[in-house]
Structure formats: C-alpha cells, structure tokens
C-alpha cells in the first residue's frame, strides 16, 4: 500500500451498535486526523493525534473514540451509533502539522446509521 | 467563532477562466490551503499561501490578502476534468485546518 487506506469502503450499521473505522498509512507520518464531511458543511476535524501514544479532541468529538498505539495505525470508534452519526469520513495524516503541502487523505468510508 | 466562506456552487465555460473567492474570520493564521476533491473522492492539495500575493502553479493560482482575510483560486484555460468541489482551508494559532464548505465547480462545453 502507498498512502492512507481506510476500511470499510461503506457500511450500513443499525443504531445502537458499536463500529470501528480502520486507518492505516504507510508514510510514517507523525500526525493523523479524522474527520466527518457532511453535505453542505465543511470538512470538521472528530479527532486528532501528533504523534504515537497521544490524541486530542477536535471540533466535533462527541460519540466517537480514537487511539494510537504505534505511528501507523488511528482507528476511529463509534461506541453506540447513531443517525446523526450517517456522513463520510476521512482520515488524514501530515508529516507535522505546519507542513506546507498539508494533508494526505484516504478514501473515506461511508457510513449509513438507520 | 471561526469562519471560512466561499461560494456554494459556480459556472464556467470550457476553455475559460474562473476565480473561487475564500473569506476567512480564524483565531490566528499559519497559512491557508485549496484543496480539489472530485464527486466520491478524497481531497487533494492544491496550493498553499502564507504571505500575501500570487502563487502560481501551471493553470492553478492562488492569491492572499492577510489583512483582508481573503484568498482566491484562479483556473485558467478550464478544462471538463476541472469539474470538482474547491475547499478552502486555514490553519489557525493551534495548527489545525478550518474548512470551508467548499465550492462545486460545474464546467460546461
């Protein structure tokens, strides 16, 4: 793999159910993000972390939990879903957050709650 | 609180020239970003401004105005696979990015 691959794809999840969205990149980068795009807003940062073993919250960080145990993985879980929950999500990484090409993106998972 | 503006939707011609506009109210700047991002796909760097004026990149431009809280996106000679959304973003005091809601780009022949 080159870049960023996030899993699943797609997924339809019943509310109430636990769900965890995977992230792994291969670039060693330092900082790794996530965030939820939903129409007609813009992109809103849920979780972020700067580098292995630390996080922190973003805009929008309720409802949802991240960790990061080594550089490469930053997988993103829903503890109970819910409707409001229903958006794409992308993860991101940066080589450190003042780099000047910004940020790599993978191809987001499209996550229905119903 | 922070704010990015840009357009919601614009129109241009094949072969013409179109300029996305990007008002920005953030706590702090360190720099301000466009990003593409094609129906169904990820985004994609585009440009990046942290003084003022024009950076050019062969049909992509991208122009700052600190003091005004203003950037624009120029495309020149626009071409059908130009058709995308255009995401401004600024990197605020604490190094996070604030997006805009982005500006669909329809190009029509």
């Known amino acids: ?114 | 609180g922070q704010n990015i503006d840009q357009p919601t939707e614009m129109t241009a011609t094949e072969g013409a020239i179109v300029q996305i506009n990007c008002t920005y109210q953030t706590s702090g700047f360190n720099g301000l970003f466009w990003y593409q991002q094609h129906a169904g796909e990820a985004p994609t760097f585009l440009s990046y401004n942290v003084l003022d004026g024009l950076e050019e990149k062969g049909r992509f431009s991208s122009f700052l105005s600190r003091s005004k809280g203003y950037s624009y996106l120029l495309l020149k000679e626009l071409q059908m696979k130009d058709s995308a959304s255009y995401l401004c973003a600024v990197r605020d005091s604490n190094y996070q990015l604030i997006w805009g809601a982005g500006t669909k780009l329809i190009i029509k022949p």
Not at chain 1, 24 to 36: F, G, I, P, V
Not at chain 1, 56 to 61: D, S
């Open chain 1, 1 to 114: 793999i080159a870049g960023i691959t996030q899993a699943p794809t797609s997924q339809i999840l019943a509310a109430g159910r636990r769900m965890t969205l995977r992230c792994t990149q291969d670039m060693r980068h330092n900082a790794m993000y996530w965030y939820r795009q939903d129409l007609g807003l813009g992109l809103r940062l849920i979780h972020y972390s700067n580098t292995a073993g630390t996080t922190g919250k973003g805009e929008v960080p309720d409802g949802y939990s991240v960790s990061r145990a080594n550089t490469d993985d930053f997988p993103l879980t829903l503890a109970s879903a819910v409707p409001s929950q229903t958006s794409v999500y992308f993860c991101a990484s940066s080589d450190s957050p003042d780099r000047v090409d910004g940020y790599t993106f993978g191809s987001g998972t499209r996550l229905t709650v119903v």
